[in-house]
């Protein structure tokens, strides 16, 4: 019955050379940065919309400092579109890491600009 059935050769992956392997590492630090730099950004959006005052506990205008983040995190595959860095790529791993990134980032801000005030 095995000598039926054709035998399966593996093909092994090819190996990157050195000049691709950079490309892709320059290509995962430019996305970090952009999600870094979106996080602050939205961040400041959120202190300058919402003012420190208005901050009491889980508010509604928290949760327009939720929405402005999240609307960074959409405006990223945009720029990664703009930018041609592979965002039809990105899977849903690397989508939460871009998402955590941009949430640290803007949580960090955000309080340390709230926190400047007080």
């Known amino acids: 019955m095995s000598a039926d059935t054709p035998d399966e050769v593996e093909v092994a992956p090819k190996k990157k050379t050195r000049e ?3 490309k892709e590492h320059l ?3 430019e996305k970090t940065l952009i999600a870094c730099v ?3 950004g939205t961040g400041i ?6 003012s420190p005052s208005q901050i009491e506990g889980f508010q509604s205008y928290t949760i327009l400092a ?4 999240i ?21 849903a ?4 890491y871009q998402g955590f990134m941009t949430f640290a980032f803007w949580f960090i801000t955000w309080t340390l600009l709230l926190t400047k005030g007080a």
């Open 45 to 50: 959006i959120s202190f300058l919309v919402i």
């Open 66 to 69: 939720l929405l402005i983040m």
């Open 27 to 29: 290509g995962r630090i």
């Open 20 to 22: 691709e392997k950079q």
């Open 38 to 40: 979106l996080g602050i």
């Open 71 to 91: 609307a960074g995190i959409v405006v990223q595959r945009h720029i990664f579109m703009l930018l041609r860095l592979g965002s039809q790529k990105l899977g």
């Open 93 to 96: 791993k690397d989508w939460l």
